[in-house]
């Protein structure tokens, strides 16, 4: 009888400390100079809802994480062979001088480094789209926003949000025809691009650019050229991985050739 009242009060015990550890989970909260990678769907399943993640800093973001577990509850078991299935990754440093630094994705299917680049615009060109995301971060930070099941560093990094809701990825790309679509659709270069990769195994890789616009001075002249940098990539696998990085340049991948050939030169040198 004691051994019984024994495992059924350990059981109690982490059921409750089961349910106090998911209670007092915590949502990231997403911030101005954030990358939210974001994904919109166009028929069923999750044809009104954006699975969003707070992938952090522009400048440091995560560098890898498994997202299957929200893709699959939101978008279905074959989400990764979809062709109206969008993904992209967005953000803003509003807050920076000069204001209205954008980071937008850019499709890039012949690998890192391929695509092109995005037109450089003024800030009052870029402010509209700025805006839009900076309401993005709010809403991702608000109660229209269900915490998805994505977690990283002991907190999870991701929601899911109605995709007509004011600052949505929807709202931002593809519903209501949003700034970015417009400041950047007619220059024929895609902010998104389709989950359709295949198979488990399959993979898109999208560019991140920052965007700094130009300045102008008197009578409209442009004093300060937009600067438009290929700083980062994202890598979607169909195994629900995205991983984060920059690929070496060549003068660095020489650098590391030649770093690894004199360590091994020197063990050589101490065994002989």
């Not at 993640?53 to 990764?80: C, K």
């Not at 690998?111 to 993005?136: K, L, R, Y």
């Not at 109660?143 to 002991?154: E, I, N």
Request: with cysteine.
């Amino acid at each position: 009888m004691k051994m019984k009242q024994t495992v059924a009060m350990a059981i109690g015990a982490a059921a409750l400390a089961l349910t106090a550890s998911h209670a007092g989970a915590t949502l990231v909260t997403a911030q101005d100079s954030d990358l939210l990678l974001c994904f919109e769907a166009t028929g069923s399943p999750g044809s009104t809802i954006n699975l969003e993640i707070d992938l952090g800093n522009y400048a440091s973001p995560l560098t890898s994480l498994n997202i299957e577990t929200d893709l699959v509850n939101t978008y279905g078991s074959t989400w990764y062979d979809r062709s109206n299935l969008v993904w992209g990754v967005v953000g803003t440093a509003a807050g920076s001088t000069p204001s209205d630094e954008l980071f937008v994705g850019s499709a890039d299917s012949a690998g890192h480094g391929t695509a092109s680049p995005f037109p450089g615009a003024s800030s009052s060109g870029q402010s509209p789209a700025s805006t839009d995301i900076t309401n993005g971060y709010s809403l991702f930070n608000g109660g229209d926003a269900t915490p998805g099941s994505t977690t990283s560093g002991g907190v999870t990094r991701s929601v899911t949000v109605d995709n007509t809701t004011a600052g949505s990825f929807g709202d931002i790309a593809i519903v209501n025809g949003a700034p970015l679509a417009n400041l950047y659709d007619a220059s024929g270069v895609p902010f998104t691009q389709t989950a359709d990769l295949g198979s488990t195994s399959g993979s898109d890789v999208m560019d991140l650019y920052s965007m700094l616009p130009e300045v102008t001075g008197a009578h409209g002249v442009v004093t300060t050229p937009a600067v438009i940098t290929d700083f980062n990539y994202v890598t979607l696998n169909g195994n629900g991985t995205v991983t984060v990085g920059a690929v070496p340049e060549p003068s660095t991948w020489a650098s590391i050739i030649l770093g690894a050939a004199t360590l091994i030169g020197l063990r050589r040198r101490r065994v002989a």
